[in-house]
């Protein structure tokens, strides 16, 4: 079936430092890719998708590209924040017949910057 | 708009009981998901709903049944608990034609002791 696998965790970066999380996944087909962060105490927050190859999606300063060749969607950003400390979560869309998606996520990578 | 609202937010239940969650999609949607998410771990697929029916599922047990209404918001519910079952509850909502793109609530911390 569809999965995702993402670098292990902690991340602990200085602040202004670049940011990598690696993302891979094994799918079926050509899902949509997100990336969804989760700051502490709080429910799931869309940071970025991209719905096709070769796609850059984009927000607040991160990007990530759909590799179709690599089955990568890696997460950059190039100067990070202390407020970017949180759990990023990399997931797919998973469609089954009907037109129904479900999200399949990643273990997700704890950041934690200071400054 | 209120975005996804779920409630309760915390709650402590005894193993063997049974309970509820709720949830209220954002205004607009009509697809409702559920996840499980244990302490360090991704969220993991319950269900999904649209219509008032169940859609999708995970693997999960009979234990966890769920329920959508006419208003499109939407109950879990988890029978004879056990400890394995303390996680956050998170639910999404979504319109079906979002292409996966979801909405998701702040959780509802479930402990079982």
């Known amino acids: 079936g569809n999965s995702v696998t993402q670098m292990e965790g902690p991340v602990t970066l200085s602040e202004e430092a670049f940011l990598t999380i690696n993302c891979t996944y094994t799918?079926?087909?050509?899902?949509?890719l997100f990336w969804y962060v989760q700051y502490p105490g709080e429910g799931l927050q869309l940071l970025l998708k991209?719905?096709?190859?070769?796609d850059k999606g984009s927000n607040k300063g991160f990007e990530a590209t759909y590799r179709k060749e690599t089955t990568s969607f890696h997460l950059e950003k190039g100067s990070v924040q202390v407020s970017d400390s949180a759990v990023y979560f990399c997931?797919?869309?998973?469609?089954?017949?009907?037109?129904?998606?479900?999200?399949?996520f990643g273990a997700g990578t704890r950041l934690a910057v200071h400054p | 708009d209120a975005g996804v609202t779920q409630s309760p937010t915390h709650l402590i239940k005894t193993r063997g009981q049974q309970v509820t969650l709720r949830c209220s999609p954002k205004?607009?949607?009509?697809?409702v998901s559920w996840y499980q998410q244990a302490l360090g771990q991704g969220p993991q697929f319950i269900f999904q709903?649209?219509?008032?029916?169940?859609?999708q599922r995970g693997n999960f047990p009979d234990r966890f049944s769920g329920h959508q209404f006419p208003n499109y918001s939407s109950e879990l519910n988890v029978n004879a608990l056990l400890l394995g079952d303390s996680a956050l509850y998170l639910c999404?909502?979504?319109?079906?034609?979002?292409?996966?793109?979801?909405?998701f609530g702040q959780g509802t911390r479930l402990t079982v002791v």
């Open positions: 999404a909502s979504s319109q079906l034609d979002m292409d996966g793109k979801a909405f």
């Open positions: 997931a797919l869309s998973d469609q089954a017949s009907g037109g129904y998606n479900k999200l399949i």
């Open positions: 991209a719905t096709k190859a070769d």
């Open positions: 709903y649209y219509e008032e029916e169940e859609r």
């Open positions: 799918a079926t087909g050509y899902p949509s």
């Open positions: 205004s607009g949607h009509d697809t």
